[in-house]
């Protein structure tokens, strides 16, 4: 009696086209024409990424930031919330949190903004995405020019707000404080908040 091999052919799945960028990469354009793509898709170098379910932590320091800024905010601005921002041609994340002027608000069919338009932006680091928070978005925004980046980290249970400021002479970011307990700023405007009120929410 002699064995035969037996030879199973295995096909992977098929993926969407739509993962694949062209030879050029993608453009920010692509994001409004490119069908079925899942809500809050960004393009970095020209790739797409796809976002990973948002932890109740991620929700709260967003919903907590948004509600004290939108307070807080002078009325020549607006906070938008997990809005993308157009940054280069190949270059289009979505911030969670960005602070635009208010006359770049065109209609409620608008989908992205343009740096120039942009104050401040807000990433609430994720741990799927870490590295991009941490490094590639802010050095992003910088050579963007947008004047103002906070990071949110979650090392204690409760957000630590690192917040940067844009030299201009280097288009890179420099930190200027870290705030555990009570965000309290004058630049980009005056804010107080306390990020304790995280837990009675």
């Given at each position: 009696m002699t064995a035969e091999a037996v030879i199973v052919e295995m096909t992977p799945p098929s993926?969407?086209?739509?993962?694949?960028?062209?030879?050029?990469?993608?453009?920010?354009?692509?994001?409004?024409?490119?069908?079925?793509?899942?809500?809050?898709?960004?393009?970095?170098d020209g790739s797409l990424v796809f976002a990973s379910p948002q932890a109740s932590f991620h929700m709260l320091v967003i919903s907590l930031l948004?509600?004290?800024?939108?307070?807080?905010?002078?009325?020549?601005l607006r906070v938008r919330r997990e809005m993308s921002v157009i940054l280069d041609k190949d270059q289009r994340p979505e911030p969670d949190l960005c602070v635009i002027s208010a006359t770049a608000v065109e209609s409620g069919r608008?989908?992205?903004?343009?740096?120039r338009d942009v104050l401040l932006v807000i990433e609430v680091v994720?741990?799927?995405?870490?590295?991009?928070?941490?490094?590639?978005?802010?050095?992003l925004y910088a050579e963007a020019g947008i004047r103002h980046f906070w990071l949110v980290e979650n090392d204690s249970g409760k957000p630590d707000v690192h917040v940067f400021e844009l030299d201009p002479?280097?288009?890179?970011?420099?930190?200027?404080?870290?705030?555990h307990d009570r965000l309290k700023l004058?630049?980009?405007?005056?804010?107080?908040?306390?990020?304790t009120e995280i837990d009675r929410m």
């Open positions: 993926l969407p086209d739509r993962v694949f960028p062209p030879p050029q990469g993608f453009a920010a354009e692509d994001l409004d024409h490119i069908p079925d793509l899942p809500a809050h898709t960004e393009l970095i948004e509600n004290e800024l939108r307070r807080a905010a002078p009325g020549d608008q989908t992205f903004y343009h740096a994720s741990p799927e995405s870490r590295t991009r928070d941490r490094r590639r978005k802010p050095e002479v280097t288009r890179s970011y420099v930190p200027t404080g870290v705030h004058t630049v980009p405007f005056d804010v107080d908040i306390d990020l």
